[in-house]
Nanobody, 120 residues
Framework: QVQLVESGGGLVQPGGSLRLSCAASGSIASINAMSWYRQAPGKQRELVAAITRGDSTNYADSVKGRFTISRDNAKNTVYLQMNSLKPEDTAVYYC??????????????WGQGTQVTVSS
C-alpha cells in the first residue's frame, strides 16, 4: 500500500505564489515519474507538470515560465512552485506517483487533491 499526502493549497490573489507538496509513503521500492494534474469545474483533468527520476521535466504550455516542479527522492516528495498565479489557474490540484513496490509490483496512485483558488 502507498499513501500520498498533499498540502499547500489555498486562496491567493492574482500575481501571488503557492507551493504544493505531495509526500509518498508506504511500501515503496522506487519511484519513477511524479506529476501534478489539475481539474477546474466543468473541465477535464489536465497535466500541469511532470518530472522523472532523472529530473527531466515537462510542463503544460499554460504554466511554462511560471510553475516549477521538483522532487526530493530521499523524502519521496514532489513539489510544485507556482508563481504569477492567474484566476485561470484555479482548480483542484492532484499529484500522481508511479513506481514499484517490493517484488517488482508497479503502482500508480493519486493524491486526494488540494484546492487552489486565485481571486482578488
Amino acid at each position: 500500500q502507498v499513501q500520498l499526502v498533499e498540502s499547500g493549497g489555498g486562496l491567493v490573489q492574482p500575481g501571488g505564489s503557492l507551493r504544493l507538496s505531495c509526500a509518498a509513503s508506504g511500501s515503496i521500492a522506487s519511484i519513477n515519474a511524479m506529476s501534478w494534474y489539475r481539474q477546474a469545474p466543468g473541465k477535464q483533468r489536465e497535466l500541469v507538470a511532470a518530472i522523472t527520476r532523472g529530473d527531466s521535466t515537462n510542463y503544460a504550455d499554460s504554466v511554462k515560465g511560471r510553475f516549477t516542479i521538483s522532487r526530493d527522492n530521499a523524502k519521496n516528495t514532489v513539489y510544485l512552485q507556482m508563481n504569477s498565479l492567474k484566476p485561470e489557474d484555479t482548480a483542484v490540484y492532484y499529484c500522481n506517483v508511479v513506481g514499484w513496490r517490493a517484488g517488482g509490483v508497479r503502482f500508480d496512485y493519486w493524491g486526494q487533491g488540494t484546492q487552489v483558488t486565485v481571486s482578488s
